[in-house]
């Protein structure tokens, strides 16, 4: 038994010197190309594996268990992540043959990717049809939208559309218009209902979308008027949004390996509608125009192109 108790003890302290520095993930590892990622790497997989043999020939078994199932272990001690994921999870390693048995606890922390100089917030809406139907979105593109109403906060938007019985829109992400922050209120690959649908097709089977928010000093007369009741304020929410938006947007195609600039790519609601794909919008080249802006999908295609680079 003093045997066994030290053979576990060897194990657990592999675990320690072997695991804690790998959970701590950077963002570029969430977001690999793979489903799921595995932390462990394969020179320590060998000394696990050995380990095991040994005590499963001296009769000793050790379970792990996780407290959340977007980082799971395996029989085998095989560690992966879920990409979507991002907090700290505990996973608890246990010796089931020992008396007292002996526990470790391991802590997996993946912390939130940088949108410019800010956190990615998530904040799915949880109670949404969509989130719940959890269908299945094939990635090929990115599509752009603006509110069109006065309304900054992103949160707002989250919590009136996270509604069991809101089943007219969902989208992937809001750009808060205050601070530029962006909540993502849906798992990137998940369906969602932010375009409709044209003659040609549905671009809500194909394209991320993400809403810009607005400044509550806009007043919206019809669908390309605007009365701004303070033009600084207002300016600055688009310039920031915008910014944000580049971003994000940059994030994406890289994490789904788009290419901004090829044709169908990256397209805004309006462009949306004018290739049969999406519902009758003006968005955000309405915003954009109405404004005074110099800002078109054009240059923002370009933005994106250029800020994929600090990620080579």
Same mark, same amino acid.
């Given at each position: ?12 302290? !592999? !675990? ?17 190309? +793979?489903? @799921? ?43 992966? $992540? ?14 089931? @043959? ?19 100089? /800010? @956190? ?48 007219? *829109?969902?989208?992937?992400?809001? $750009?808060?218009? #205050?601070?530029?922050?962006?909540? /993502? ?32 000093? !806009?007043?919206?007369?019809?669908? +390309? ?5 303070? #033009?600084? @304020? *207002? ?23 788009? +290419?901004?600039?090829? #044709? ?33 999908? +054009?240059?923002?295609?370009? #933005? ?9």
């Amino acid at each position: 038994m003093q045997r066994i108790r030290k053979t576990v003890t060897t194990f657990l302290l !592999i !675990i320690v010197f072997c695991v804690p520095y790998a959970p701590r993930v950077s963002a570029e590892t969430v977001y690999a190309e +793979d489903q @799921e990622e595995i932390l462990r790497p394969y020179s320590v997989y060998k000394q696990w594996f050995r380990l095991r043999t040994e005590l499963r020939d001296r009769g000793v078994k050790v379970k792990y268990s996780s407290d959340t199932q977007q980082v799971r272990v395996s029989p085998m001690g095989k560690v992966t $992540i879920a990409k979507e994921f991002i907090g700290t999870a505990e996973i608890t390693v246990t010796s089931t @043959e020992t008396e007292p048995a002996e526990t470790l606890t391991v802590k997996v922390t993946v912390p939130a990717p940088k949108i410019g100089e /800010q @956190e990615l917030c998530q904040a799915y809406m949880t109670e949404n049809p969509r989130y719940k139907e959890n269908r299945t979105l094939r990635v090929k593109g990115l599509m752009l939208h603006s509110v069109n109403c006065p309304q900054p906060s992103a949160m707002a938007f989250i919590e009136r559309w996270n509604d069991p019985e809101y089943v007219r *829109a969902s989208i992937h992400a809001f $750009i808060d218009a #205050d601070t530029g922050v962006v909540y /993502q209120s849906l798992p990137w690959t998940t369906r969602a209902n932010h375009c409709w649908k044209g003659p040609k097709g549905c671009g809500n089977d194909f394209y991320i979308g993400v809403e810009m928010c607005e400044s509550p000093n !806009i007043n919206w007369l019809d669908r +390309d008027t605007i009365e701004c009741y303070d #033009d600084a @304020e *207002a300016g600055e929410a688009v310039a920031r949004t915008y910014a944000s938006a580049v971003e994000l947007f940059a994030m994406l195609c890289v994490r789904f390996d788009l +290419d901004p600039l090829e #044709d169908g790519v990256v397209i805004s609601h309006h462009e949306g509608f004018e290739r049969g794909i999406a519902s009758d919008h003006g968005d955000p080249e309405n915003l954009w125009k109405a404004m005074g802006t110099d800002y078109t999908m +054009d240059g923002f295609r370009k #933005d994106v192109s250029q800020a994929m680079k600090k990620y080579e």
